[in-house]
């Protein structure tokens, strides 16, 4: 939680000392551009590599296969397009980092890499850190009187 008030509190300020910095090297109207140019050209490249995403998204469904990499590549859009069109230069940078597929591929591949190891060494199935499981060890017999049909209650001894 400290991380992301860090974070929601610490991006804004970079960015405003970022360009007033940039903005009295170059100005203020080329700046001002530079930002409409950057989330220009940031829509543009979202719209290009969502749609190719989502091309490899379906052969990869289409090959019965599950398409683990496109999916987290299409998150990486939704957050590149988003940081692209808040103004800044940090944002921006990370960003096209989302969106850049050169950039983009190697981050996905690692996340991926990275989530699986953690599933890989839960197990399938666990949401419990090994050495944390909680075994319960018990017998059960079935008797010929229970019932769990509900239409058929009324034949069940009272009790």
């Known amino acids: 939680m400290r991380f992301l ?5 610490g991006v804004p300020i970079v960015e ?3 360009l007033i910095e940039v903005g009295g090297l170059i100005g203020a109207l ?3 551009g530079l930002v409409m140019l950057t989330a220009t050209l940031g829509v543009w490249l979202l719209r290009r590599e969502g749609l190719a995403t989502m091309r490899r998204v379906q052969t990869r469904i289409s090959r019965a296969e599950i ?18 069109l808040t103004p800044g230069f940090v ?14 591929r190697p ?7 990275r989530v699986m190891a953690r599933v890989t060494v839960l197990g399938p199935g666990s ?15 079935v008797r010929p009187d229970d019932r769990n049909d509900r239409n058929d209650r009324n034949s069940l001894p009272p009790g």
Do not use: K, S
């Not at 398409?67 to 692209?84: C, Q």
């Open 107 to 113: 981050v996905a591949r690692f996340l991926l890499a």
């Open 30 to 32: 080329p700046t001002v």
């Open 127 to 141: 949401n419990t850190p090994p050495g944390r499981e909680r075994v319960f060890d018990g017998e059960y017999t």
């Open 16 to 18: 405003m000392l970022i």
């Open 91 to 104: 944002t921006d940078a990370i960003g096209f980092v989302c969106l850049v597929p050169m950039l983009r």
């Open 67 to 84: 398409p683990e990499t496109e999916l987290l590549e299409g998150a990486m859009l939704l957050v590149g397009g988003a940081l692209l």
């Open 5 to 9: 008030v860090a974070l929601f509190i």
